[in-house]
């Protein structure tokens, strides 16, 4: 059996997909990933999603150059999970520029913004 067909999928046909820096253990991104993708990841050596805004795959870092490439892929006991820990070129996972997209700290009630700014993300995607 395929080791993709192991992995238990939503009935939307996507798994999510917990992005880790594979030196630090810092998490960068969460998102999720289609067979499509998920074989995409695999031939190419970089982390690729499915959009579900955009509906469609996207390869991270096709438009930024902050691309995702994979060290080891585990899954959970119940393969339906996945934890890819990636090197991240470019320094940044999130799309707002920030080193990891989990930079929002829970502070007294309140959302603290204690994220690592590393790039302009109007100067690489344009605005909004």
């Given at each position: 059996m395929l080791w993709i067909e192991t992995l238990k999928f939503q009935e939307d046909g996507l798994i999510p997909v917990i992005a880790q820096d594979?030196?630090?253990?810092?998490?960068?991104?969460?998102?999720?990933?289609?067979?499509?993708?998920?074989?995409?990841?695999?031939?190419?050596?970089?982390?690729?999603?499915?959009?579900?805004?955009?509906?469609?795959?996207?390869?991270?870092?096709?438009?930024?150059?902050?691309?995702?490439?994979v060290k080891k892929i585990y899954t959970d006991c119940d393969h339906d999970v996945l934890l890819v820990k990636i090197e991240q070129i470019g320094n940044a996972a999130c799309h707002t520029g920030k080193r990891s997209c989990f930079f929002n700290e829970l502070s007294n009630d309140v959302w603290k913004d204690v994220g690592v700014q590393v790039f302009d993300p109007e100067k690489i995607y344009g605005e909004k």
């Open positions: 594979w030196k630090t253990g810092e998490i960068l991104m969460f998102a999720f990933s289609n067979r499509e993708a998920l074989l995409h990841t695999i031939q190419t050596g970089h982390l690729t999603y499915w959009s579900r805004s955009r509906k469609k795959m996207w390869e991270k870092g096709e438009s930024s150059g902050n691309v995702q490439e």
